[in-house]
């Protein structure tokens, strides 16, 4: 694992973790619609190919940083206020310890280390409305929207100047929204559409010599449909990035990375 511009060796290092998740939830009724629920979990994040070994370092050496571990606590409430209408709401709140961060080893050369906590605290919506349920109850046309809203900050870092800025990857807002078809056959077809807000890609929130501070945000629109031909037979197509948008998710110390643009598939799915 490296550029060809590099003097070392390439890496060839096995890691393995084995990780024990915990959790615990609760869900009470109270009306014939409503559910208020909660739950306190864990979860981690597994290690990526450039925490263990840096394609564009010269260190030779593998990497084996543990992998991030996350408390994950939520709050919320779901039902129906009125026919064909369903909300979802919750709040929740998730601390993350020893968050991986990059550490300058020299001038040129970073390595991913355990060096932070984070917390990550917000507000999740789901609304649905189904205009057909009182017209035809063997079909649906279902407007729908769900989204995010987070606040991210860094707690701790052994690098003090990233304390209380905003962890990489962290945008505030995450929007979908679509319309859904279903029939009464089976039949499935989908407009649905994304929005990300702007957001830092390294923790500092700092420009590089050649990349801006943050990634802009993005809008994408997809189409997809599904139809039953025979008995356990299904048609499948779709197409992704509608619109053929030019826009990237993720940057890199040695470049973007673009997203894909347009493209197409035609399927089958069979049952047995």
Request: no cysteine; aromatic share 10%.
């Amino acid at each position: 694992q490296r550029l060809a511009s590099l003097r070392r060796d390439a890496i060839n290092q096995t890691y393995g973790r084995n990780e024990t998740l915990l959790g615990f939830g609760v869900d009470r009724q109270f009306g014939r619609d409503w559910r208020v629920y909660g739950n306190v979990s864990q979860g981690y994040r597994p290690m990526r190919y450039d925490d263990l070994g840096n394609p564009t370092a010269e260190l030779s050496d593998g990497n084996n940083p543990l992998p991030s571990r996350a408390e994950n606590v939520e709050l919320g409430l779901r039902g129906s206020p009125a026919a064909g209408w369903f909300i979802d709401l919750s709040v929740f709140h998730v601390t993350v310890t020893d968050k991986i961060e990059q550490r300058l080893v020299n001038a040129t050369d970073v390595e991913r280390i355990n060096s932070g906590d984070a917390r990550h605290q917000g507000l999740e919506f789901q609304v649905e409305w189904n205009a057909w349920t009182a017209a035809d109850a063997g079909s649906s046309l279902t407007l729908y929207a769900n989204g995010s809203l987070l606040d991210a900050r860094i707690t701790r870092s052994a690098t003090p100047a990233l304390v209380d800025r905003t962890p990489q990857y962290a945008p505030k807002r995450i929007l979908r929204s679509g319309l859904m078809w279903n029939t009464e056959a089976g039949g499935k077809l989908a407009l649905s559409g994304t929005y990300v807000s702007e957001q830092f890609w390294q923790d500092s929130n700092l420009a590089s010599a050649t990349l801006p501070a943050l990634i802009p945000s993005h809008a994408v629109w997809d189409v997809s449909g599904e139809w039953p031909v025979s008995a356990g037979v299904t048609v499948l197509a779709g197409v992704n990035n509608l619109a053929d948008r030019v826009y990237s998710s993720r940057f890199r110390n040695d470049g973007l990375e673009v997203a894909p643009r347009r493209s197409s598939y035609v399927g089958l799915r069979i049952g047995f």
